[in-house]
């Protein structure tokens, strides 16, 4: 139902960029912006996969590391969470090179935006395993598995499913967030916007092309997460036999 | 070895904050024995079963199972804390059954029954499906194999719940008021299995039970327990036909007269 609204919407923005671009006036700016948009997106992906990564590494040590181990993820967690996406981009790409560690801008936009939304990550990961019934620890307790087992088969598997709303949101912010890359060199969908714009001054043509471009974005990650939420929830909701 | 107690509760207690649950229990059951624990709600039933499954630590004393302490371990003649891996070992004695199924949501019936043989016990998956088909025929249950929990009615539920302990071949099954959350139609077809594997497995059963009529029929021995120690016990005739203690008969009669 919602999936078949979220298509038809997507189905509308990208038709309307088709229908932009039958426009001269627009067409012109597409190969660029679609240039930034392919930045973009690779950014998005790779961050999204250390986001899920750390997230999952720190809300495990959170949960269950020794004591040095839980201070050092809940360490990570705030200032993550506790500063802004820009600042850690700047820190990482302006400030590392004067210790000697000049990291490539690509890698510093990854790292900064995967582990910035890895630390929202890790309180909804570990909401979602908290979230767990306690009797399906106790049954595991019952039939003998050991945490490690427990964790794996019994309650990540569950938890799974309570967190893709949650990290559907994430990535929607990690989508937005990634306009800030721009400020650190790199030519993504906003950087090629605004150098369009500064040499055009096609304001109008420049940025609503933009805009529907990251709406499209959005909307497939929305799309792409309420298939696989569909797909998981089998058997944890009324639903047909496998 | 063999003279020992299938399960001994040697001077057992258990604390929260300051409310004492259980009070220095003194508790032995046969191998083999049918022993069902009655008394009023609060009484600490389910924290002797939730102890020897291990989801409970306790306050004080020992816990033995099979001839062996659980809860300690002997180390140069001392009995000392047990480490998770003797706790383990000891615990893969035992099976439990939950008032509230707690069946794994997101594996079917085969699934909830292969699961722990597989990942615990190293089975094998064609031979554990074959057990847990085996089981699943037992609690009557083989036409709904593939069926997801929530799929199921709460008498199917439980009882494969109780194949899913089986499963892991325990020697001990705790059954927590297994019955308490059916509606009444279907606590029948549950009981019905517990008799069958009562007779047809050579268990060590410890019931906390409503049924009365249940455990007088299936029990060797009835504990009844008030403020969280032993009041009175004996073989279901003595302490339903004629109970010594006074808190015993008061307990019975208000059973009775509920339903
Ligand atoms: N986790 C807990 N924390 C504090 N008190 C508890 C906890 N679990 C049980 N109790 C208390 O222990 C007592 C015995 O509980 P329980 O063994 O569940 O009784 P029964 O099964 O006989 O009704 C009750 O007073 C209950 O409130
Ligand atoms: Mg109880």
Redesign the pocket.
Known sequence: MWIRMLTAMLAATLLLIALLSANPEYRLFMPGLLEGAVLTVEITLLGAVLAVFMALIAALAKLYGPLPIRWLSTTYIEIFRGTSALVQLFWLYFVLPQFGIFLDAFLVAVLALGLNIGAYGAEVVRGAIVSVARGQWEASIALNMSKAQMLRRIILPQAFTAMIPPWGNLFIELVKSTSLVSLITLADLTFKAQQMNQSTLKTVPVFTLVLLIYLAISLTVTIAMRLLEQRTSRGLTRGRVA | MNDMPMVRFENVS?R??P?T??DNLNLDIGRGEKVS?I??????????L?MLMTL?AINDGVLWVDGEPMTHMMQNGKLVPATIKHIRRIRAKIGMVFQSFNLFPHMTAMGNCIEAPITVLGMKRSEAEERAAELLDMVGLSAKKDHYPSQLSGGQQQRVAIARALAMRPKIMLF??VTSALDPELVGEVLQVIRKIGREHDLTMLM?THQMGFAKEFSDRVCF?YQ?KICEQGAPAEIFGNPKNERTRQFLNAVLEAG
């Open positions: 258990k929260y904050g409310l649950v259980l624990i008394g009023p709600s609060g009484s600490g039933k389910t924290t002797v939730r409970e927590d008021e906390v327990f969280g």
